[in-house]
């Protein structure tokens, strides 16, 4: 399958070496100033793999499915869940595979305490703790834009671990959402730290911690808690503030992009639904657009 790129930032060159890894053609690479129309109508091009900012996600996308191009659109699946929503029922219209970029449910680690969640290891899950946080650091650029970002923190940070753990608990529906959710390690009009409660169909209760520039961390970035009727999960145990990850430990790995990419180009042959499907980024959305409402920012 040939492959055009849509973006070429970090995770743009990330999707792009895992097409390679995976034995994907890449086709046209678009960077800010390119045309991605015409990328996109190439009569050659199979897929169009989306990493821009935000508020591009929905008209890339459209097009793309307009065109009857198999889409890969990293996260968050758009700005609103009415973009969102038109995206999916486009797809779905037109026959073409949709995986978005929920990569951890990709991530060996993630997988493997999933698979011990559901075999009662712990007992029935009650609660969760998880972490999307930057420790020390924060972007900058677009990502501090309301306008192209569509918030901060968040919908950049906060909607990983908000996936992750609905993927550890198998993938229950929010029945509540309330948030916190502020500013208070920047100057921009965008949220850089909040804490999430979702209330989930299963009674498990899950606080999802996000934020840029915090001072420490409890855990790696997407860590994630579990305390069940009968013990406790971790996805990384041992990486905590007092022993914390190695120089070189690598977070943001190939192995999970490409594992990703795998899976959808596999969808894309044979027509099945990815892991990272249309429902699992609508999902994700919604929490982030109801947590944002709840806190007075919608």
Same mark, same amino acid.
């Given at each position: 399958m040939k492959l055009a790129f849509l973006g070429h930032g970090f995770i743009g060159k990330m999707h792009e070496r895992a097409a390679l890894s995976c034995g994907a053609e890449v086709g046209p690479i678009c960077h800010r100033d390119d045309d991605w129309r015409a990328a996109i109508r190439q009569p050659d091009v199979d897929a169009v793999v989306i990493g821009t900012p935000n508020s591009l996600h929905h008209p890339q996308a459209m097009a793309a499915i307009e065109a009857g191009k198999h889409v890969l659109l990293d996260k968050p699946m758009a700005v609103t869940v009415a973009e969102a929503e038109e995206i999916a029922a486009a797809s779905v219209v037109a026959g073409v595979t949709l995986l978005v970029g929920h990569m951890w449910r990709y991530r060996t680690e993630v997988v493997e305490a999933r698979g011990r969640i559901a075999s009662g290891s712990i007992g029935t899950p009650v609660r969760t703790r998880g972490y999307g946080i930057h420790a020390g650091w924060g972007p900058s650029g677009w990502f501090t834009d309301p306008t192209l970002a569509g918030g901060g923190a968040l919908i950049d940070m906060g909607v990983h671990a908000i996936d992750t @753990?609905?993927?550890l608990l198998g993938d229950p529906q929010p029945v509540r959402v309330a948030a916190s959710i502020g500013t208070a390690f920047g100057h921009y009009g965008v949220d850089d730290d909040g &804490? &999430?409660? @979702?209330?989930?169909?299963?009674?498990?209760r899950s606080v999802i911690e996000c934020g840029w520039w915090q001072p420490r961390?409890?855990? &790696? $970035? %997407?860590? =994630?808690? &579990?305390y069940g009727t009968t013990g406790y999960e971790r996805i990384w145990p041992q990486y905590t503030p007092t022993t914390p990850a190695p120089a070189d430990y690598e977070h943001c790995s190939l192995p999970m992009y490409a594992a990703q990419m795998a899976d959808f180009l596999h969808c894309c042959r044979t027509g099945e639904t990815p892991v990272a499907? %249309? $429902? @699992?980024?609508? =999902?994700a959305l919604r929490i982030v657009e109801l947590a944002y409402a709840d806190a007075g920012l919608r």
């Open positions: @753990v609905r993927f &804490v &999430v409660l @979702v209330e989930w169909s299963n009674g498990v961390l409890d855990g &790696v $970035e %997407a860590d =994630t808690e &579990v499907s %249309a $429902e @699992v980024g609508l =999902t």
